[in-house]
């Protein structure tokens, strides 16, 4: 964390249980010395963050030895700012048997101008896993190669006939419905981390892309797998420069959680006794010191 950045007190970290493939989140500050601090209540994985921390380089983690018996991967990945880690995120995949979904590293290959796999988290779904493995996408090309070209989070919704994700034969036959990437950059381009949710058991309610503009943030794009139209927001939302979770990000120059509805929900209307969204996190990312996006999951 900058040492310009507000801390944040440690919120809890909820189990979205009921979305089945997360078992639960953790996100940590990186101070400029080094040192790893939690904003979540819970620290189960903190020696993988200060791995990603210490190394800059985003990890997924499937040796049981290593993992606790309800865990049955990790995906943890830096935020940058200012050519520095800020933050690091922690997703814990959940080792039910009914968990579909996807963890990927995408990484640029030697001198050539694409990306390839490099790791990859895929429960009951081979055939899309050997499928990734052959693949290279260019930049521009393919969720991966998106991030990668436009340095900022990208959704792709119905990915079985969205045009942009081209391995949509694969996300048809395993019922795999929504896509995310997130850009990680230091200086130059490190990787493209993609987390691809089934119909099935999803990893979020609703994933969103927000972008900075003279008068606070604009939804980009956003995608709702599991709530109602009355949760959902329309592109070209507007939100106060200080406002939800792209404001709160924002002030604390790092990636944050909530469970305020005041924070979380902002903009939306929410059932009243009966919400179904309880909590949301955000994933800031920045060229260099400047904020290009924010990634809104919301639980």
């Given at each position: 964390?900058?040492?310009?950045?507000?801390?944040?007190s440690?919120s809890?970290?909820?189990?979205?249980?009921?979305?089945?493939f997360?078992?639960?989140?953790?996100?940590?500050?990186?101070?400029?010395s080094?040192?790893?601090?939690?904003?979540?209540?819970?620290?189960?994985?903190?020696s993988?963050?200060?791995?990603?921390?210490a190394?800059?380089?985003p990890?997924?983690?499937?040796?049981?030895?290593r993992?606790?018996v309800?865990?049955?991967?990790?995906?943890?990945?830096?935020?940058?700012?200012?050519?520095?880690?800020?933050?690091?995120?922690?997703?814990?995949?959940?080792?039910?048997?009914?968990?579909?979904?996807?963890?990927?590293?995408?990484?640029?290959?030697?001198s050539?101008?694409?990306?390839?796999?490099?790791?990859?988290?895929?429960?009951?779904l081979?055939?899309?896993?050997?499928?990734s493995?052959?693949?290279?996408?260019?930049?521009?090309?393919?969720?991966?190669?998106?991030?990668?070209?436009?340095?900022r989070?990208?959704?792709?919704?119905?990915?079985p006939?969205?045009?942009?994700?081209l391995?949509?034969?694969?996300?048809?036959?395993?019922?795999?419905?929504?896509?995310i990437?997130?850009?990680?950059f230091d200086?130059d381009?490190?990787?493209?981390?993609?987390?691809?949710?089934?119909?099935?058991t999803?990893m979020?309610?609703?994933?969103?892309?927000?972008i900075?503009?003279?008068?606070?943030?604009?939804?980009?794009?956003?995608?709702?797998?599991?709530?109602?139209?009355?949760?959902?927001?329309?592109?070209?939302?507007?939100?106060r420069?200080?406002?939800?979770?792209p404001?709160q990000?924002?002030?604390?120059?790092?990636?944050?959680?909530?469970?305020?509805?005041?924070?979380?929900?902002a903009?939306?209307q929410?059932?009243?006794?009966g919400?179904?969204?309880h909590?949301?996190?955000?994933?800031?990312?920045?060229?260099?010191?400047?904020l290009?996006?924010?990634?809104?999951?919301l639980?």
């Open positions: 964390m900058s040492n310009s950045s507000p801390s944040l440690p809890p970290s909820p189990k979205p249980s009921s979305l089945v997360l078992r639960s989140f953790e996100i940590y500050d990186v101070g400029p080094g040192a790893v601090i939690a904003i979540t209540d819970r620290t189960d994985f903190k993988f963050a200060m791995e990603v921390a190394t800059g380089q990890m997924v983690v499937v040796d049981k030895e993992l606790a309800d865990v049955a991967a990790l995906l943890v990945f830096p935020v940058y700012k200012s050519g520095m880690v800020t933050s690091v995120v922690v997703f814990a995949a959940s080792n039910s048997p009914d968990a579909i979904g996807v963890f990927e590293v995408w990484e640029p290959t030697g050539f101008d694409d990306v390839k796999l490099t790791l990859g988290y895929y429960p009951k081979e055939r899309f896993q050997n499928v493995s052959f693949v290279r996408f260019e930049k521009g090309i393919g969720l991966p190669g998106q991030v990668w070209h436009r340095h989070a990208v959704v792709h919704d119905d990915l006939n969205h045009p942009g994700f391995r949509a034969a694969g996300a048809s036959a395993e019922s795999l419905t929504t896509g990437g997130i850009p990680v200086d381009y490190v990787a493209s981390i993609v987390l691809i949710s089934s119909k099935k999803p979020a309610r609703g994933f969103e892309v927000w900075p503009d003279a008068d606070g943030f604009t939804l980009l794009e956003g995608a709702y797998p599991d709530v109602g139209p009355e949760y959902s927001l329309l592109p070209k939302t507007k939100l420069a200080d406002e939800g979770l404001g990000a924002a002030s604390h120059g790092g990636a944050c959680v909530s469970m305020n509805p005041a924070v979380f929900a903009r939306r929410l059932a009243a006794g919400a179904k969204i909590s949301g996190i955000a994933i800031p990312h920045y060229e260099g010191s400047v290009t996006s924010v990634i809104v999951m639980f």
